[in-house]
């Protein structure tokens, strides 16, 4: 089988030791690091993929645009809680919650749960709105994005709590904390034997449930504080 991550570099390491486990119940799975994320999703999309770890929100689009996908478990990781997780609202050191919310905020990619949506729901309840910001900084990725801050070029940004906690936190510091979600499921495709899900349900230790990322879709298509 062949297995994959559509999420940050700290997931290569966990997904390693499930294809590991997976070889060792006697279904060889291989998951190539080294692949560019590009590649990596077109082949979701096109269904070369057995299993898939993904952010709960693109897991929702994908099938929401036909792929064969079933989210069935949530791995451990650093900085979950319970199956679920969040974003920590990190500044440059020097900067305060109030000038946070006006600064320069950097984004790793508009289709993030953890890096923008989750953070425009937030403000939206605080009564305020991402309008407010004085620019937006497109990073690509969120260790990026804590570069961005680090070298002064952002002020603020949206990190996913799993990459915060092992994050390199020098002249940084959180102002704030999102609402817990449903932290990134893993999928598999449809037409996966259940004797196979449920090996790797053994190496998972949450279930994920399929209505909470179905709320996420519906939440990143609203104009809420956009």
């Given at each position: 089988?062949?297995?994959?991550?559509?999420?940050?570099?700290?997931?290569?390491?966990?997904?390693?030791?499930?294809?590991?486990q997976?070889?060792?119940?006697?279904?060889?799975?291989?998951?190539?690091?080294?692949?560019?994320f590009?590649?990596?999703l077109?082949?979701?999309?096109?269904?070369?993929?057995?299993?898939?770890?993904?952010?709960?929100?693109?897991?929702?689009?994908?099938?929401?645009?036909?792929?064969?996908?079933?989210?069935?478990?949530?791995p451990?990781?650093?900085?979950?809680?319970?199956?679920?997780?969040?974003?920590?609202?990190?500044?440059?050191?020097?900067?305060?919650?109030?000038?946070?919310?006006?600064?320069?905020?950097?984004?790793?990619?508009?289709?993030?749960w953890?890096?923008?949506?989750?953070?425009?729901?937030?403000?939206?309840?605080?009564?305020?709105?991402?309008?407010?910001?004085?620019?937006?900084?497109l990073?690509?990725?969120?260790?990026?994005?804590?570069a961005?801050?680090?070298?002064?070029v952002?002020d603020?940004?949206?990190?996913?709590?799993?990459?915060?906690?092992?994050?390199?936190?020098?002249?940084?510091?959180?102002?704030?904390?999102?609402?817990?979600?449903?932290?990134?499921?893993?999928?598999?495709?449809s037409?996966?034997?259940?004797?196979?899900?449920?090996?790797?349900?053994?190496?998972?230790?949450?279930?994920?449930?399929?209505?909470?990322?179905?709320?996420?879709?519906?939440?990143?298509?609203?104009?809420?504080?956009?």
């Amino acid at each position: 089988m062949r297995a994959t991550t559509l999420l940050a570099g700290n997931t290569a390491e966990p997904l390693s030791g499930i294809c590991a486990q997976l070889t060792d119940a006697g279904v060889p799975t291989f998951f190539d690091r080294d692949e560019p994320f590009d590649s990596r999703l077109a082949a979701v999309r096109s269904g070369e993929v057995d299993v898939v770890w993904a952010c709960g929100l693109l897991t929702a689009e994908l099938i929401d645009e036909d792929a064969l996908l079933d989210p069935i478990g949530i791995p451990e990781l650093v900085g979950l809680d319970e199956g679920r997780y969040h974003s920590m609202i990190v500044a440059r050191d020097g900067l305060g919650e109030a000038e946070g919310r006006r600064g320069r905020l950097a984004v790793n990619e508009y289709g993030s749960w953890s890096g923008w949506h989750a953070y425009r729901v937030h403000r939206h309840r605080a009564g305020g709105s991402v309008d407010e910001h004085r620019s937006i900084v497109l990073t690509g990725g969120h260790e990026a994005s804590l570069a961005a801050m680090r070298s002064g070029v952002a002020d603020v940004a949206s990190i996913d709590s799993s990459v915060w906690a092992t994050a390199d936190k020098t002249a940084l510091h959180v102002v704030e904390e999102t609402a817990r979600w449903p932290a990134p499921p893993v999928s598999v495709r449809s037409d996966i034997a259940d004797e196979v899900r449920d090996v790797l349900r053994s190496c998972l230790p949450w279930a994920a449930q399929r209505r909470d990322f179905d709320d996420m879709l519906t939440i990143s298509r609203s104009p809420l504080g956009a």
